[in-house]
């Protein structure tokens, strides 16, 4: 059966280009931030998708693995079921959703990814892009991840938390620490280079 890992955190942590590098190991397919796969007539920033399915990084709209997801329903069965099957059930999905509200709603993880940028560079980073100041933008991440931790602390799932600027200075060392975040037992052993390469025409969507 396959296991999922869903990254949460705040937006701009890191988590697609996490996600990708995951999804470049045996047996992990990275689908990115699933929810977008049926909700895209929402994405008023993007009109130009509206009422289509959000584009696959590797094949836009049409995408034989993706496309066919975005007419789930619940009668379906259950959602992570519905995106295991349609990658050809592997024996890890990552999903980079980030929603706490989401997993409560279409199922939680196996397991759990708390990833975060120092508070700092991401305020300034922010603050730019939502014409805030860094001290309200700060305030917004310290919220953020108060409601993280509290939503974690009621519900029984393995995490490991990471800090993103200690993960790109050191990959290697940190993916072991992934992709036994459950306890499923896949061994890592030396990472392939190819596995760092996150720009690889996978089929995931958000990002």
């Known amino acids: 059966m396959t296991r999922v890992i869903g990254i949460i955190g705040a937006s701009r942590s890191g988590s697609t280009i996490l996600g990708n590098i995951l999804g470049n190991l045996p047996d992990v397919v990275n689908v990115g931030e699933s929810h977008w796969l049926h909700k895209a007539d929402t994405m008023a920033s993007r009109p130009e998708w ?3 399915p959000y584009p696959c990084r590797a094949c836009g709209t049409d995408c034989g693995i ?23 059930n592997p024996e890890f999905l990552v999903s980079t959703d980030k929603s706490k509200r989401f997993f409560d709603q279409y199922g939680l993880p196996d397991a759990v990814i708390l990833l975060y940028r120092d508070p700092v560079y991401w305020a300034k980073s922010w603050a730019e892009r939502h014409e805030m100041t860094p001290q309200e933008a700060a305030g917004v991440w310290a919220r ?17 938390s990471v800090n993103w600027s200690e993960f790109r200075a050191d990959t290697s060392s940190f993916l072991p620490r992934f992709v036994n975040v459950d306890g499923g037992g896949m061994a890592c052993g030396m990472v392939p280079a190819e596995a760092l ?5 996978q089929h995931f969507v958000g990002g």
């Open 66 to 88: 993706l496309s066919p997801i975005t007419k789930w329903t619940k009668d379906d069965g259950p959602w992570w079921e519905a995106v295991s099957a349609a990658y050809g």
């Open 197 to 201: 390469d996150w720009n690889n025409g």
């Open 50 to 52: 509206a009422g289509q």
């Open 144 to 160: 953020l991840y108060e409601r993280a931790l509290k939503w974690l602390d009621k519900r029984d799932l393995e995490c490991v």
